[in-house]
């Protein structure tokens, strides 16, 4: 029986090039990583900021490993709620411009904990066609319709909301700041004033604006996010009014029956944070990512993170393989991650990567995998 799902398993997986395995790596500071006594620059890591490595980051979680243990022993509404996660809520909150915010276990709880806190039977949730896997399995886990809008079209969301918004009671959007597998960023004044107008709620996941992108957040919107991309550490958070925090702390079933994160995580998130605040070091992602399409003639980027879309999922992995050679780690991605016959390439800049590296991949890009860039003149 566990047999035949396994065989089926392996026949859906259409061809071997869409496989995933397991591969040690071990990431070293400056955005190296080793692999098999290698040592590679990786441009595949979401640490924006290099603050995985930061001495002050690394100190804060040491000590606060030495200090309180290593784990937080239950549930944040049993024992486990560390006063360090006030002091992270409180910094966090103050850095988004909202009146709260909450910790949860990690991103994927953070945003499956808000949306089915905030959708169940009878409502309906709009979600733009890319945002990530954690949203749609919340939505669906809600039990509320869901519905995908073309990517950042508020034309086509408008016109679906004109179609399904009455015929439910509570509505959501969900879109993200800054796409992960795109580096596009979502028009989210608009679609703040699309949720105003409808009666909706917009849900907007930051995980990879964090420290990039520096963003009002319109009044109203709920934010999700992540600590383990630019903050370097683990868990996730949402930030909203302080009804609506306090809302979640009573029905977001990932925060209440999942035990806290072990303190130190939380002194790291803590730490991380406070020298995002002092040092403005999201300009300089920006200008690395911005360098690197500017001088391949590719769209200019707006976030760390910049696709190079190379079709099929074979021709992807051969394209990660050729980079590899050249000292360079660049991981393919693939379906069901990003839609059919769009494999690619993502590059994930740091500001760990010095402008040497940048020049060096680059060249790489450009003498390795020429094809696939733009024509420049
Ligand atoms: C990484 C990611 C998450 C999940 O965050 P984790 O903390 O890794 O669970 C959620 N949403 C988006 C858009 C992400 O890229």
């Known amino acids: 029986m566990l047999d035949a799902i396994l065989e089926k398993s392996r026949g859906e997986l259409a061809s071997p090039s869409r496989m995933r395995r397991r591969v040690d790596v071990q990431r070293l500071p400056h955005g190296r990583l080793k692999h098999e006594g290698k040592t590679y620059i990786s441009f595949s890591c979401n640490d924006y900021l290099g603050l995985s490595f930061h001495p002050r980051v690394v100190e804060a979680a040491a000590k606060a490993l030495q200090a309180y243990g290593t784990g937080a022993g239950a549930s944040r509404l049993v024992t486990g709620n560390h006063p360090l996660y006030a002091e992270f809520e409180r910094a966090m ?3 988004k411009g909202a009146e709260d915010c909450l910790v949860f276990g990690s991103g994927y709880l953070a945003n499956i904990g808000v949306i089915t806190a905030l959708a169940g039977e009878g409502d309906i949730i709009f979600a733009d066609k890319l945002v990530h896997a954690c949203m749609i399995d919340g939505s669906r886990l809600s039990g509320a319709k869901l519905v995908r809008f073309a990517h950042n079209s508020t034309v086509h969301l408008q016109a679906l909301l004109q179609k399904y918004r009455k015929h439910a009671k509570r509505c959501l959007i969900l879109s993200e700041t800054v796409f992960s597998m ?18 909706a709620t917009l849900v907007l996941d930051d995980a990879h604006g964090l420290g990039v992108i520096q963003q009002a957040l319109p009044s109203h919107t709920i934010l999700t996010g992540t600590c383990s991309k630019a903050l370097g550490s683990y868990g996730g958070y949402v930030c909203a009014s302080q009804s609506m925090i306090d809302f979640f702390v009573n ?13 130190a995580t939380v002194a790291a998130s803590l730490a991380a944070l406070e020298i995002m605040q002092h040092e403005n070091m999201s300009g300089e992602v920006l200008k690395k990512a911005q360098t690197f399409t500017s001088r391949l003639g590719l769209p200019e980027a707006q976030s760390a993170i910049v696709p190079l879309i190379i079709g099929g999922d074979a021709e992807a ?6 980079l590899k050679a050249e000292g360079f780690w660049v991981t393919a991605i693939r379906p069901p991650t990003v839609p059919e016959n769009t494999a690619r390439l993502r590059f994930a800049f740091s500001a760990a990567h010095s402008d040497a590296d940048v020049e060096a991949l680059i060249r790489a890009v450009r003498e390795r995998l020429g094809a696939f860039l733009p024509c420049v003149s």
């Open 93 to 95: 909150a103050a850095y």
């Open 182 to 199: 795109d580096g596009d960023c979502a028009p989210i004044d608009e679609l703040a004033r699309i949720a105003e107008r409808n009666l």
């Open 251 to 263: 029905h977001a079933r990932s925060v209440i029956f999942s035990t806290g994160l072990p303190p």
């Open 317 to 322: 992995l051969k394209a990660s393989d050729m």
